[in-house]
């Protein structure tokens, strides 16, 4: 049985959600956002609480249930407050810098990474070793950050390289003489 499926959402001050048949919307100050949920998942909209319900008894239905109350709180903070997720940039002479509202990474190859923000993602670099990638859907922000990271991972011998603010690399020894 679920867990995280069984608590109701409470709608959060300043959020109204909507619920017609399986799509569920959400504004907010933010902006608006809509999920439609599986069909083997119930979902109703009670005194300003959303609870989320198999339709049946299958293993299909009860996978279903935690993952769409998951994605529903994802957008209820999502429209009231945001996401955001910061990259650590290690390495002689790696950095970035904005370049309208693209960003400009220098990563050690030849040339400059020109990476373009998709909608609804806004991309700041407040110091030239620092990324921050915000917006109000969860799985695009931390999408934006793994295509960043993507082009140059922390490698294990001297860390160089893109990774997570607070991310711990393993780090390895170097060849012995």
Same mark, same amino acid.
């Given at each position: 049985m679920s867990r995280i499926g069984k608590r109701p959402l409470a709608v959060p001050q300043g959020v109204t959600a909507t619920v017609d048949g399986q799509t569920v919307t959400a504004k907010g100050p933010k902006g608006e956002l809509k999920f439609v949920v599986n069909d083997e998942v119930l979902v109703k909209l009670e005194n300003s609480e959303i609870s989320v319900q198999p339709r049946d008894s299958s293993k299909d239905a009860h996978s279903k249930w935690g993952m769409s109350r998951s994605q529903i709180e994802n957008i209820l903070i999502g429209v009231k407050d945001g996401f955001e997720r910061r990259l650590e940039i290690q390495g002689v002479g790696y950095r970035a810098a904005m370049q309208g509202k693209n960003i400009q990474l220098s990563l050690g190859f030849s040339h400059e990474v020109i990476y373009q923000a998709p909608e609804g993602i806004t991309l700041a670099c407040p110091k030239p070793t620092?990324?921050? #990638?915000?917006?109000?859907?969860?799985?695009?922000?931390?999408?934006?950050?793994?295509?960043?990271?993507?082009?140059?991972?922390?490698?294990?011998?001297?860390?160089?390289? #893109?990774?997570?603010?607070g991310e711990k690399v393993f780090r390895k020894e170097g060849k012995k003489k």
């Open positions: 620092e990324i921050t #990638v915000t917006g109000i859907d969860k799985q695009k922000v931390g999408q934006v950050a793994a295509e960043i990271r993507e082009y140059r991972q922390p490698e294990p011998y001297k860390g160089k390289g #893109v990774r997570y603010a």
